[in-house]
């Protein structure tokens, strides 16, 4: 069974930075596009960035020139580099890995930016 551990998460202030991780396990890494997306209480979940197993990338307009996203595929992980953080980026933030319409979830980790 495909696993997405997230890791990383936590409380920072403002202008903060953090990174997380996610960990796959069970597939052919390098062949699936990885994202990262956040959900807020009582919002749809929505798409932070994502990143081909060439490296390709993309990212939402409110998350550009913040947010790094890159990946190891020796290491069968992703990361997203979050940097200037806002509170309103306060949301779980959910591993995605995506090939030939099937999904893969994390289990997500929460990231709250507050002082």
């Known amino acids: 069974q495909v696993q997405l551990v997230e890791s990383g998460g936590g409380l920072v202030q403002p202008g903060g930075s953090l990174t997380l991780s996610c960990l796959a396990s069970r597939i052919i890494f390098s062949i699936y596009r990885m994202g990262w997306y956040h959900q807020a209480p009582g919002k749809q979940r929505e798409l932070v960035a994502d990143?081909?197993?060439?490296?390709?990338?993309n990212y939402a307009d409110s998350v550009t020139g913040r947010f790094t996203i890159s990946r190891d595929n020796a290491k069968n992980t992703v990361y997203l580099q979050m940097n200037s953080l806002k509170p309103e980026d306060t949301a779980v933030y959910y591993c995605?890995?995506?090939?030939?319409?099937?999904?893969?979830w994390g289990q997500g980790t929460q990231v709250t930016v507050s002082s």
């Open positions: 995605n890995a995506y090939r030939a319409m099937t999904d893969y």
């Open positions: 990143i081909s197993g060439g490296g390709s990338t």
